[in-house]
């Protein structure tokens, strides 16, 4: 009997040390994100990390409307270096990741002919993240413009409200999409192969997509906050973006 209390002592003071954390994840990152939570529970186990994915930009918007997240993974640094100018971010935005953009086909395509594929009669509808608020639907359409084809094309684009939904477009109802390359590294995108559904879009012809991340107001003081940001700062974070495709400054 002393033996069960005292096991229900220990249990209900785990659950009293317990942290629950909010963070607000650009949508790119939300096939890293469960590994990147798995390895960071092996160091800090007492803390839950709770993620709430979505664009940079809807994010940013539900940042300053209240919402409780007390840390931002965005997928550039034009919003969190916003939120830090108007004092809703406490630190100053730090890269964390580089991201790049890749076609993608559920077809067999082309794919010598480089980003001139998008213009191709075959390719009738074109999968890309809405410009306005996905980071790299912004750099989609800079690539367009770069290879002089955007006039040729913007017919054709089909606009998702995240980087996870435009993969989701491209598999099921375009016949190309312009998507975030870390995504070619969850399981599930594995049978689509290199050179034959998907190939790396040339990266001059967009500036390179630095990824910020903050700490908010509402994570101010709080150590779980706080060892997570110093964890997706470090090296074991490092290698596991590397791991999807990520480059890492």
Do not use: C
């Not at 003071?13 to 590994?35: D, G, H, K, R």
């Not at 100018?85 to 991201?99: C, F, L, N, S, W």
């Not at 993608?104 to 009669?121: C, M, R, V």
């Not at 500036?207 to 997570?228: A, H, R, W």
């Amino acid at each position: 009997m002393f033996k069960k209390i005292v096991l229900g002592l220990l249990v209900l003071s785990s659950f009293a040390l317990a942290e629950v954390i909010n963070i607000a994840v650009a949508a790119n990152v939300s096939y890293a994100i469960p590994q990147l939570k798995k390895e960071f529970n092996k160091a800090y186990p007492e803390t839950e990390v709770r993620v709430t994915l979505g664009s940079s930009g809807k994010l940013t918007a539900q940042i300053k409307n209240g919402a409780p997240y007390g840390l931002f993974m965005a997928a550039n640094m034009k919003y969190p270096k916003a939120l830090h100018v108007d004092k809703i971010a406490i630190t100053k935005p730090v890269i964390y990741a580089q991201g790049s953009l890749a076609m993608l086909s559920n077809k067999k395509q082309d794919f010598t002919k480089g980003i001139e594929l998008a213009k191709e009669a075959s390719i009738n509808k074109i999968a890309i993240a809405n410009p306005k608020t996905a980071p790299y639907g912004k750099a989609a359409v800079e690539a367009f413009k770069n290879a002089k084809i955007y006039d040729s094309t913007k017919d054709k684009l089909v606009y998702a409200e995240s980087i996870s939904q435009t993969v989701a477009y491209t598999i099921t109802a375009t016949d190309l999409g312009f998507i975030a390359k870390s995504s070619l590294y969850s399981p599930k995108m594995a049978k689509f192969k290199k050179n034959i559904n998907w190939v790396d879009v040339n990266p001059k012809l967009y500036t390179p997509i630095n990824q910020g991340i903050v700490i908010l107001k509402n994570g101010e003081n709080t150590k779980g906050v706080k060892d997570f940001y110093d964890f997706i700062l470090g090296q074991k974070a490092r290698k596991i973006f590397e791991s999807y495709g990520y480059l890492v400054p």
